[in-house]
């Protein structure tokens, strides 16, 4: 019975783990593309930076 309680918690341990890293690479995943979209919006290639 200690050895199903221990696998048990030792489960529900590992399953807590897999939640957090699943939560983290989704903010990951939002932020790159949050990046991503700010790159491209200031590196709008039609802008012309040069001053005559």
Same mark, same amino acid.
Do not use: A, G, P, V
């Given at each position: 019975m #200690?050895?199903?309680d221990n696998l048990d918690?030792?489960?529900d341990g590992l399953e807590q783990k897999i939640?957090?890293? #699943?939560i983290k690479y989704y903010r990951a995943k939002e932020e790159k593309a949050k990046m991503i979209e700010e790159l491209n919006l200031?590196?709008?290639v039609s802008t012309n930076y040069e001053s005559d």
């Open positions: #200690e050895l199903e918690s030792s489960r939640e957090q890293m #699943e200031t590196s709008d």
